[in-house]
């Protein structure tokens, strides 16, 4: 199947009994037993739950994974993929991050002995050199979250291998999707997503999801997910579900507008940098070109007055433009990463990679285009 089929059909059948053509909410916890240990399939909904088990074959479907997870927020699904290492291993991750993935690493795994490297994955030779005995886990996010970089999943997947093929690579792929890029057939081993973003696509779920094509990794997955038990609750994983079925059309939309959102506020005599990878000025466009299908809906930007102040008005004055948290939903949201998204990462941190108060960070939805552009378009001239 193509990518837009395995949205709609990928590892889906209808249901057994019935024929119900989206399955159904099995809000059970439970299943009963002839006798001890005979049973269909379904013990206790912590191991696994029907409408789960659907979201968990779509999720490996458009991944071109073997096995999908489903937990309970993008957060429980990195805090799964650091439970496969243990005290004294260490991690190369990306220097932009989601602020709440680097709190997690700094602030939780470390003190369980886990080492952390942040290193700009700009450059391939900055992960290598990085490399020692005890690297275990190499940690992508592409685009980067706030500031749009992009790193090479090919090229650092097969440097990394050389160097040691145990290594596991992992892509934080919430920003890109399945639709723009694959990071399974680019070299990585785990595919993690918020789901709460793009998957889901209506700002109606938290959910996180883990995609993979080895089976013992995946073994080891489903244990950490059972053990430690953040799963995905079955009304939530209906509505992500449901929710995968359009983002090829949603994803489509979300790339249109944010190209035109991108040239707009490129041209606009108020607006300083604009972070997009589109750009042919992009540092690292080249790389976006031959990795992803298009540029994806997400924009960052600085006003040419760099002052709080002024970065506040523009923020207090969208109306299309929600200012929240998130992204990824149908409608356009507006954040302000050192107050919002990403407060938790230390001030000398954020100011050392460029996320200071003048950035601005949108998530470009799928309104009409001339709408979200009268409305920057406005509260750019207050
Ligand atoms: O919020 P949660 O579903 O737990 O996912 C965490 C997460 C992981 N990775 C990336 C790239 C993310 O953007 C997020 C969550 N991000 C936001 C809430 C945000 O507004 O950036």
Known sequence: ?????????????????????MPPVFLTSTYAQSSPGEHQGYEYSRGANPTRTALENSFAAIENGTHGFAFSSGLSAIDCVLRLLNPGDEVIAGDDLY???????????????????????????????????KTKLVWLETPTNPLMKIADIAAISSAVKNKNEAILITVDNTFATPYLQQPLNLGADIVMHSATKYLGGHSDLVMGALMVKDQKLAEDIHFIQFAAGAIAGPMDSFLAL?????????????????????????NHPKVGKVYYPGFESHPNHEVAKKQMKDFGGMVSFRLKDQSKEAAFKFLENTHVFTLAESLGGVESLVNHPTTMTHASIPEPERLKIGITDSLIRLSVGIEDEEDLLADLDKALSL
């Not at 199947?1 to 024929?19: R, S």
Request: with cysteine.
């Open 1 to 21: 199947m193509k990518f837009n089929t395995k949205t709609i059909h990928g590892g889906q059948q209808p249901e057994a009994a019935t024929g119900a053509v």
């Open 99 to 133: 602020g709440g993935t680097y709190r997690m690493f700094t602030r939780l795994f470390k003190k369980y002995g886990l080492e952390f490297t942040f290193v700009d994955m700009n450059s391939v030779a900055n992960v290598t050199s990085a490399i020692t005995e």
């Open 242 to 266: 449901r929710g995968i079925k359009t983002l090829h059309i949603r994803m489509q939309r979300h790339c249109e507008n944010g190209k035109a959102v991108a040239h707009f506020l490129k």
